[in-house]
């Protein structure tokens, strides 16, 4: 009994140390990787778009059901002739 708990816990120590192994990174090509960052930037870009349209809504949205009047502070008034 006892040889086979020895022999069964050698056998899972050394499955978990194959299992935990770090295999080295893939080749990466430097083309691939220069296409993926500029998607990547060119989605972060649409999105900080988006959301700034949004946040824009939200501000237009909540002025006219507050009642508040006036321009935002973001906003620039037209110069006086």
């Keep these: 009994m006892n040889v ?3 022999i069964l ?3 899972m120590a ?3 140390g194959v299992v935990w192994a770090k295999l080295p990174p893939a080749p990466v090509d430097a083309a ?3 296409e993926a ?3 990547a930037d060119d989605a ?3 999105d900080a778009d988006m959301l700034g349209k949004a ?3 939200a501000a237009a949205n909540y002025r006219k059901n507050k009642g508040i009047r006036g321009l ?3 906003a620039k008034a037209a110069p006086r002739k």
Excluded: C, F, G, Y
Aim: aromatic content about 0%; cysteine-free; hydrophobic content about 35%.
């Design 4 to 6: 086979r708990i020895l």
């Design 9 to 11: 816990s050698v056998a």
């Design 14 to 16: 050394t499955t978990a």
């Design 32 to 34: 691939k990787e220069a």
């Design 37 to 39: 960052k500029k998607k």
């Design 44 to 46: 972060a870009k649409k």
């Design 55 to 57: 946040q824009d809504r």
């Design 72 to 74: 935002p502070a973001t």
